[in-house]
T-cell receptor, first 111, second 118 residues
């Protein structure tokens, strides 16, 4: 069945460092891919998405490119801030299946 | 309302008790989802409603879990005879889209109800 694998955390960075959180997926066909973020005490929020191969999703300085050849959707940001500290979830969906999440990666940014 | 509201935020139950968790979706949203998030894991799908119709309940782990949305707005997730393995955060999400599982279907999540079964 479909699945999402993302790098285990926690990821600890200093402010202004470069961030990469790896995400790979297994799916038949052509899923849509998402990154959700969960700030402390809040609900999951959609960060960005891509619905077809080679699409790049971007929001708040974060980017991820849908790579079909490597079945990946890695999350990147050039310069993280303390306010980016949160749990990040990679997810996929395709017609007829529910949204499937990875286990989440905790990011902690210090000043 | 402005967002998805869930109550209670925290619930402690003794093993064997019944619990009910409430979700108030965004007004007018036709789709409503329940997810279960165990500690250190990602959310896992439980069930989906389109208006008052429960179109997918394939993720409900046992017949002790029951969900309803009688008037197509507020939803309740009920767990009967709770067990320790039911301890988790239960997330509700809603969407303005009518399609259950689609790349265009952006979900708005509530903050969750954390259930602890002793």
């Amino acid at each position: 069945g479909n699945s999402v694998t993302q790098m285990e955390g926690p990821v600890t960075l200093s402010e202004e460092a470069f961030l990469t959180i790896n995400c790979t997926y297994t799916a038949t066909g052509y899923p849509s891919l998402f990154w959700y973020v969960q700030y402390p005490g809040e609900g999951l929020q959609l960060l960005l998405k891509a619905t077809k191969a080679d699409d790049k999703g971007s929001n708040k300085g974060f980017e991820a490119t849908y790579r079909k050849e490597t079945t990946s959707f890695h999350l990147e940001k050039g310069s993280v801030q303390v306010s980016d500290s949160a749990v990040y979830f990679c997810a996929l969906t395709q017609a007829g299946t529910a949204l499937i999440f990875g286990k989440g990666t905790t990011l902690s940014v210090s000043s | 309302g402005a967002g998805v509201s869930q109550s209670p935020r925290y619930k402690v139950a003794k093993r064997g008790q019944d619990v009910a968790l409430r979700c108030d979706p965004i007004s007018g949203h036709v789709s409503l989802f329940w997810y279960q998030q165990a500690l250190g894991q990602g959310p896992e799908f439980l069930t989906y409603f389109q208006n008052e119709a429960q179109l997918d309940k394939s993720g409900l782990p046992s017949d002790r879990f029951f969900a309803e949305r009688p008037e197509g707005s507020v939803s309740t997730l009920k767990i009967q005879r709770t067990q320790q393995e039911d301890s988790a955060v239960y997330l509700c999400a809603s969407s303005s889209q009518a399609f259950a599982h689609s790349g265009a279907n952006v979900l708005t999540f509530g903050a969750g109800s954390r259930l602890t079964v002793l």
